[in-house]
């Protein structure tokens, strides 16, 4: 089954970093035996979970992608890890992405880049790749991201599965290894919409650990059996589609035609004008977080370390080593956004573009689930957008409304082009997770 898979894919695709012992996980999917004889509830029973590397995990090292952190086994496990536990999960292991969730397509890792399953050519999305790799083909049932500005959602119409990026507040951050707080939460994926809710379901609640909690104990994401189409209405903001390349517009435009004749209301009359701003402004916001987030690891507090006579040297080399160029490229622009004298111009601007933003978001959202595109592009080949940081940004550009708006969003298969998948992307107002799996579900009864 699952190690089937592996054996066959993982040496070509590179999803994992970490693969937990098999003797380790064959104990463990005992022991859940054990638990279901005795009778116990398990959501979640038997099935097979990829956790990305930056969740911290006690049983395997947690390295957030980067070698800084390399040889750090954390002394405790993240909310949502402990809530799969409870929950009759098997983790098989710790998956590959960018180095601290920074970038869209896993070749930024400080390790090794992970490629796509459907075509070894091409990159699998990012940061969550090596997640969205292993489901598609086949190395977990489901598996963990985490979404900043789409690195859930970007990997899932990158590789033909699912993503959810849900309300801000709603699935615990405690023990996700921070790049910026106020716009990532931890993300179900899988190879289907049920499967995401399951996870999500598990996840998601109130945990006094994460201040930004929201205060909601759990959430319910029942299966309509027979969704009905006339219960849904879509809107496409141009500025969601037009810009895509035609292959990605035709698969989602033909999806949505589809749906108009099943009898949903898909209307093309919307605008969402400050989505032309989105990009600058989540990078602006995105950038100072993690500019201030970084500056923890000191050569101090954790294993990887150039030691030298003296704190700041052994600072400056520690850093030097342990990052890599667009980690220390983001650190540096986060600083200026920061500081006194460009304050004002570059992050204080951003922060009201974003409430703009949000304002739009919500008042859409109200009327309708927004559709569009989750990437511009299908998926990229191996090294053709890492060479200028701009061409790799626009990857983006769909996604960080949903994080700056702090609004669920679900990315999903829309169809093939080529043999290649593409994704589509549904937006709902806060909370309105359970609207987008039915809509997920009804998109996949007649895809
Ligand atoms: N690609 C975006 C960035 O690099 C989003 C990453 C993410 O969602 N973690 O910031």
Not at 75 to 89: K, W
Not at 238 to 262: N, Y
Not at 428 to 440: F, N, R, S, T
Request: aromatic share 8%; hydrophobic share 40%.
């Amino acid at each position: 089954e699952v190690y089937e898979a592996i054996e066959r894919w993982e040496p070509k695709v590179k999803g994992f970093i970490t693969l937990l012992d098999r003797d380790v996980v064959i104990k463990r999917a005992k022991e859940v035996e054990r638990e279901l004889r005795e009778g116990r509830k398990l959501p979640l029973a038997g099935l097979v979970v990829a956790v990305k590397d930056n969740i911290s995990t006690s049983f395997a090292p947690t390295t957030a992608g980067s070698r800084i952190l390399s040889g750090y086994v954390p002394p405790f496990n993240a909310t949502v890890v402990e809530r799969l536990l409870e929950a009759g999960a098997i983790i098989i292991g710790k998956t590959n992405m960018d180095e601290f969730a920074m970038g869209s397509t896993t070749e930024l890792s400080g390790f090794w880049p992970t490629r796509n399953p459907w075509d070894l050519d091409r990159v699998p999305g990012g940061s969550s790749g090596g997640s969205a790799a292993a489901l598609a083909y086949g190395g977990a049932d489901l598996a963990l991201g985490s979404d900043t500005g789409g690195s859930v959602r970007l990997p899932a119409a990158y590789t033909g599965t699912v993503g959810l990026k849900p309300t801000y507040g709603l699935v615990s951050r405690y023990g996700l290894i921070p790049y910026a707080n106020s716009l990532e939460q931890i993300s179900p994926m899988a190879r289907s919409v049920r499967d995401v809710a399951l996870l999500l379901e598990v996840i998601a609640g109130h945990d006094p650990r994460d201040a930004t909690s929201l205060t909601i104990d759990r959430i319910s994401l029942s299966s309509t059996p027979s969704p009905n189409p006339k219960d849904f209405r879509i809107c496409v903001p141009h500025e969601m589609i037009d810009g895509s390349d035609a292959p990605v517009r035709g698969t989602i435009i033909k999806l949505l035609d589809r749906l108009q004749s099943e009898g949903v209301e898909v209307n093309y009359d919307v605008s969402l004008p400050s989505a032309a701003d989105a990009l600058p402004i989540y990078y602006t916001i995105a950038l100072a977080e993690a500019a201030s987030n970084l500056a923890r690891y000191d050569g101090k507090l954790y294993p990887f370390a150039e030691l030298r006579p003296n704190y700041t040297e052994t600072v400056t080399a520690t850093r030097a080593r342990g990052f890599g160029r667009e980690v220390k490229r983001r650190i540096v622009l986060g600083v200026m956004a920061l500081s006194e004298g460009y304050r004002d111009e570059f992050y204080v601007a951003a922060a009201k573009g974003r409430r703009l933003l949000r304002d739009e978001v919500l008042r859409l959202t109200r009327n309708c689930v927004v559709a569009g595109s989750v990437s511009p592009t299908l998926p990229p080949r191996i090294g053709e957008r890492i060479t200028d940081p701009l061409k790799l940004y626009a990857l983006d550009v769909y996604t960080v409304i949903a994080n700056l708006a702090g609004v669920p969003s679900l990315a999903m298969p829309a169809g093939f082009y080529s043999d290649l998948p593409v994704g589509v992307q549904f937006m709902g107002g806060p909370l309105e997770e359970a609207k987008l799996v039915a809509l997920g579900e009804l998109v996949e009864s007649v895809t």
